[in-house]
């Protein structure tokens, strides 16, 4: 089982292998919801401010091709604009697709208050109760758990170009969000080689089609193009970028 102490630093919260959770002698951050829309809007969404960026399929998405992603406005710049996106089969939401969910979250040192009330459990940093000193809270608009995360193209990928997050069956299907912040599915871009031109794939698809086994592939390859118009070649190549950092997160308290 998890333990709490009390000793001079404040509180300490161990996971059953004895890792920390919580320690009040750090400054370390939970996260809470900045902001979002959590109902499909009607159109392609522009990439909202924050530090990081979570989206998510409709409620109830049953399907084995939900793709979330971000996608340049232009097929021919990377300067253009980016917007978040969610596809089944191919077909882009201007087609008729029901669209994206996405929050914004932030980290909750300097950035929450103590509630003072009906919170449950609230924890501090080493500075104690006051404004900006909240490293941990049990509000529901704060329940935010990471599931797995690493890089866009790591050794979990070799060999295939994605890799597959199996999500716990104590986890809401609605409330699984990805982070799309490093995400961009683009292309191709006239002229960025002097060999051809690429079409670059950092994104998320859902399978959520079975009830009993549920995952979230993370693809991070691209292609190469070719012709009039530019046909994407058969083979596509893996992408590795460590700068690019993906993430599987259970929101609460958002549906």
């Known amino acids: ?3 709490i102490q009390n000793m001079s630093y404040g509180i300490e919260l161990l996971n059953k292998s004895g890792g920390i959770i919580i320690d009040s002698s750090d400054n370390l951050a939970a996260f809470y919801i900045n902001s979002g ?3 499909p809007t009607t159109a392609p969404v522009a990439v909202p401010s924050g530090r990081f960026v979570l989206a998510a399929p409709p409620v109830s998405f049953t399907g084995n091709d939900g793709l979330v992603t971000k996608k340049s406005t232009s097929t021919s710049s990377w300067a253009s604009t980016k917007k978040l996106y969610f596809e089944t089969q191919g077909s882009p939401p201007s087609s008729g697709n029901v669209q994206i969910r996405y929050l914004s979250i932030e980290p909750t040192v300097d950035n929450i208050n103590p509630a003072g009330s009906g919170y449950g459990i609230e924890v501090y940093n080493s500075d104690g109760p006051g404004n900006g000193n ?3 809270s049990s509000q529901t608009n704060l329940g935010i ?3 797995a995360m690493g890089t866009f193209g790591d050794t979990n990928h070799f060999g295939n ?3 597959d997050v199996d999500i716990p069956s104590e986890v809401s299907s609605n409330n699984v969000f990805v982070l799309v912040s490093n995400t961009l599915s683009a ?3 006239y002229n960025i080689t002097p060999f ?3 079409m670059f794939h950092y994104e ?3 399978n959520f089609s079975n009830s009993n086994d549920r995952f979230v592939r993370i693809y991070s390859y691209h292609v190469f193009v070719g012709g009039i118009p530019p046909v994407p070649s058969m083979q596509p190549v893996l992408r590795n970028d460590p700068t690019r950092i993906w993430a599987v997160f259970n929101i609460q308290g958002v549906i």
């Open 1 to 3: 089982m998890g333990g």
């Open 37 to 39: 829309i959590i109902s």
């Open 134 to 136: 909240v490293i941990f």
């Open 145 to 147: 758990g990471i599931i």
């Open 161 to 163: 170009g994605y890799f």
């Open 187 to 189: 292309g191709p871009n």
């Open 196 to 198: 051809g031109n690429v």
């Open 204 to 206: 998320y698809v859902y």
